[in-house]
């Protein structure tokens, strides 16, 4: 009866054995497995001055540098725009490349692609679907992974410039305001009355698991240089 | 007390593997539904009777009356093909009822007069069709019914916004009734119970079984196997940059290509309408009539265009734009040698009833709201566009000078195409409808090849209030912690068995 007991008592020992020891090694095969994609999502595009940039786009550039560049202006409250207020007469479908966001501060050119889902996301930057299109007369949000396009969006300051360029021009935006939400803050995405970006991530930036919060940077339109056929 | 550490050890273990399936963003989780093999069957059965039954595709059982007529298919009885469809199809079943419902229905519901938006549909119990039930928008609706699936006579599923009966699928428990005259849309997925099809039944989708599928005589019945209609692929609006571009590529130019789109008649110039309307300050009086030569009695100067033989592209000079708020212009287009015919949507969607005479996506059970009135953006003489609480688009529309007729309206929003089949007058309701600033183009194409175009009415749609900040949440830190939790709680456990040791 006892050596019974005895006979049991080490049978079960061995059975946690194993049960912690492939507990444990689950558990580091995910931690590498995480840690390889989280190392392999780069930064989809490098950042350089005009060089580097595609001619037209330093062309804009430039513009945007000089005193020609377009101030913008309040939004107007008319129902009906003028048709010169008409960037994009032909709207993107989900998934389609509209431009690349150009932060100077961080050196980075990063696509825009139409779209918040994830396939979107693995691709670079998404552009949430019910904002109007960057350029545009109203609040276009911008939102992406926080450990890769905007792993180091954190390192932006007040006053820093964003530019988005699209075939309707370059538009270029300085941040006004830093703000750190709920994910399911609902005072984020709004209409605004003048051309506003807004840009989102999660935060902390390097959360372990589902990030709680948001990383939103607000930035106004100061300057556009529209594409001449726009 | 051994004994006691493995419960615990297993309570933890799934406890942690639970947790970093919550932890797992939502968007993760994607709905492909499969029918494999089976989806090239129109029908399958395991007990087949039809009477002057027309199948578009494949057939399939395991015993049956008569052959029915078939295109595009063969007939397979109790041969590998049709085990192989069938087996596909038990797993298609298994893999919709396994999906979790973003809609919770009652027993006994009746969708009639229902408007659906996509989503996973499930009902405890029996469901009713009792009148023409709207599916809306271009996604997947799956509707597990633990009961029965009856529709009475004469009625249809209706699809708009670019539902596709492909993307419908009926997974139903009990036994299945479609009434006779019943036009479906989708695939109907039955495993264990019987079902039965009235007469005069139009079928665009399926029937699947796994039991016996009985068409009453005397018929006719039709099945189509539905082919999904990918979205006009209209040329990006927005280019990319392009190293090689010495100019920058505009999203003005007419890039959609009339043989992509799925509306064939697009190939007409009348789609030239697409092109960027020159802005111009001169306001467009509200003159160009578009009736036919013997005209009825019009407010303004009217221009009767004689219906020629000759089609003529009434687009080939962009209508300059109003500025401001005027009467839309609209333009008789003489009968034209191609008339559109509605293919875009498998069964073309008659005439909405409005936002108000109907919830959308609510279950049976809840009464309809107190009618949500739009606001109205632009209103024209015969165009108003308006904007719900919601953010769902309105579009009312009516032909000029109180002409009656049926046929085809289009509304082009920013190159983005919506099909309807109605009468002279028209409210259309559109989710989703695309944010910012664009020309919307309305075209009315009577069922005698008769088109009316009406003037470009621009809109400025907002950014929607309210808007649910994206998750931008990659399930690698999910994993990370769960693989930190697993390490640690591994650690622990041998730990405190070396402890003990």
Redesign the interface.
Known sequence: MNKRHTEHKVKAGKQIYIISLGTMIMGILSISWALIHIQAQAVPAAYSENTDLFPIQADLRNIVKSSIAVPAEAGDSSSIPPQDDILYPIRPLEGDVIGQLIIPALQQILPIIHGTDEDELEEGIGHFPESVLPGENNNSVLSGHRDTVFSKLGQLEIGNKLIVDTSAGSFTYKISAIRIVDKDDKTIIVPTDHAVLTVSTCYPFHFIGSAPDRYILIADLIAEVRSPTT | M??K??GL?AIV?VFTLSF?RI?L?A??AVIDMNLGSAATFGLLAKTMTTVETSVSGNTGAITQTVIPHITNGNNYLDDSVYHAADIDLGNAIVYANSQVPTVNGTAGADLGGEILLPGIYNYPGAVNISADVTLSGDDIFIFQIAGTLDTTAGTKILLTDGAQACNIYWVVNGAATLAANTEFNGSLLSQSSATTVGINTIINGRILSQDAVTFTGPGPSNITVPACVQ?P???????????A?????????T??PATATPVPATATPVLAT???????ATPVPATVMPVPAPATPVPAPVTPVPATATPVPATATPVP?????VPATATLVPATATPIPATVMPIPATAMPGPAASPVNTPATVSPAEPAVPE???ETEWIKVGLLPD?DMVIDAKLPDHQEDTGLWNFD????LYNIEGTESVKYRIA?A??????ILVRFTSHNGTVFKFEAV?????????????????P????????????????V??WR?KLR?
């Open positions: 051994k004994l550490y493995l050890t273990l970093s932890l963003p968007s993760a979205e692929p209209v040329e990006p609006p927005v280019q990319p940059p392009v190293p571009t010495a100019t920058p590529v505009p999203a003005t130019a890039q959609v697409a092109t960027p309307v020159p802005a111009t734009a109003p500025v401001t708020p109205w953006m632009v953010g929003l920013g190159g983005k989703k695309p944010v910012g600033t664009y020309n621009p809109v400025s749609v907002p950014t929607v209030t309210g808007g649910q900040l994206p998750a931008t949440a990659t690698w830190y999910n994993l990370l912690l769960s693989g930190a939790l697993l390490t640690i709680m591994g650690g456990i041998l068995r040791e």
